[in-house]
Structure formats: structure tokens, C-alpha cells
């Protein structure tokens, strides 16, 4: 069965420092993956998908960068982080063709910029 | 830019009420899926609709579908307290993208 694991469940970080967020997904190939953003009782922004290795589409110019090294690996990284950089970032996969399949969501990572 | 939009933003009911929620659209689409979200806790897929598709069933769930009026409604019966979530639709269109989501509480 597909697993998808998402770390660390929460991180408090001061301005400035960099980020580095991982999703690994288990149990598919060539898997559609998502980063997502969420302010508090809000909806979900979509800052980066992508369909394959080193194919990363952005959403939101802003202050974050993602990659994909492997197949099932996708990384949001920033250099210098920012107050407004604070949120619930989800990561998610969906297999198949654009939007035929539902997708699968991590636990989030509670970022707290401080 | 957001495709699905729900309303009502919050909604509170007595449990065993049944909750509407709707989701409305802008452009054509492939299918419309709606998600739950527990509160600090990643979304969990519900149902898919079709856009072929007038209503489906999955358990105590009913979701219809108008395409004429590109809108979506998700209604839950006999609602329970573990019903309390966030919802939220979401429409395919190249990518995923998701409505600002309806705020459930079900008091017990």
C-alpha cells in the first residue's frame, strides 16, 4: 500500500535561518507531488507541484524553493526564512493522470518563524 | 487563484442534524472530490465525483453535482461529534487545487 511520510511535525525557527523540509512517498512510481501552505483557519495554497524528476512548478513567487531528487522525494527549502513564512505546510501525492485519482496528504509540519 | 469556493465558511449543528456544505467552481472540470481535514491534521480524501456524474453515495455522505451551475453540494445525515472537521473541495484543473473550506462542528 501507498505511504506517505512527512518531517518534522513541527519546527520553530528563527528569521534568517534556512529550511529544509522532506516527503517521501512509498509504494507508488512517477507519483504527481504537491507542497501546500496553510495560515490558520484557512484554506490551502498551492506553492509547488511537480510531475517528475527535476520538474518543479511554482505556484506563488515567494521566499521558497522545491525540489525533487528522486522519483518520490520532493524538498521545500528556503535560504532565509521570514515571519510570513510561519504555517502548516502539507505535502501530498496523487497518482495517475492530472486530477483523475484523489490525492494523499502527509501529517504537515507546523512551522513557527520566530 | 482559488477554483472551489465553500459555503457556508462555518457551520454548527446539534448532532444527528444533517450538514450541507457547497462548493462552487469556475472553470469546466474532470471530476470534483471533497476532503476532511481534523483539526492540525493532514486532508483525507471522501468521495470523487464525476463530471458525468449527477450524485453519489458513500455511506452517511451524498454529493451532487451541477455542471450547468458549476457547483457541488456535500451533505452529511445523521451527523456525529467525530463529524467536526473542516471541508474542503477541491478541483483538478492541471493541478489540484482547493476552496477555503467549510468549518464543521457538531455539538454533542
Known amino acids: 500500500s501507498q505511504t506517505i511520510h512527512q518531517w518534522p511535525a513541527t519546527l520553530v525557527q528563527p528569521v534568517g535561518s534556512p529550511l529544509s523540509l522532506e516527503c517521501t512517498v512509498e509504494?507508488?512510481?512517477?507519483?504527481?507531488l504537491y507542497w501546500y501552505r496553510q495560515a490558520a483557519g484557512r484554506g490551502l495554497q498551492l506553492l509547488f507541484y511537480s510531475v517528475g524528476i527535476g520538474q518543479i512548478s511554482s505556484e506563488v513567487p515567494q521566499n521558497l524553493s522545491a525540489s525533487r531528487p528522486q522519483d518520490r522525494q520532493f524538498i521545500l527549502s528556503s535560504k532565509k526564512l521570514l515571519l510570513s513564512d510561519s504555517g502548516f505546510y502539507l505535502c501530498?501525492?496523487?497518482?495517475?493522470?492530472?486530477?483523475?485519482?484523489?490525492?494523499?496528504f502527509g501529517q504537515g509540519t507546523r512551522l513557527t518563524v520566530v | 487563484s482559488q477554483q472551489g469556493e465553500e459555503d457556508p465558511q462555518a457551520l454548527s449543528i446539534q448532532e444527528g442534524e444533517n450538514a450541507t456544505m457547497n462548493c462552487s467552481y469556475k472553470t469546466s472540470i474532470n471530476n470534483l472530490q471533497w476532503y476532511r481535514q481534523n483539526s492540525g491534521r493532514g486532508l483525507v480524501h471522501l468521495i470523487l465525483i464525476r463530471s458525468n456524474e449527477r450524485e453519489k453515495h458513500s455511506g452517511r455522505l451524498r454529493v451532487t453535482l451541477d455542471t450547468s451551475k458549476k457547483s457541488s453540494s456535500l451533505l452529511i445525515t445523521a451527523s456525529r461529534a467525530a463529524d467536526t472537521a473542516s471541508y474542503f473541495c477541491a478541483t483538478p484543473t492541471g493541478k489540484l487545487i482547493f476552496g477555503q473550506g467549510t468549518t464543521l462542528q457538531v455539538k454533542p
Open positions: 509504494g507508488t512510481s512517477n507519483p504527481n
Open positions: 501530498a501525492w496523487s497518482g495517475g493522470l492530472w486530477g483523475i485519482t484523489e490525492a494523499f
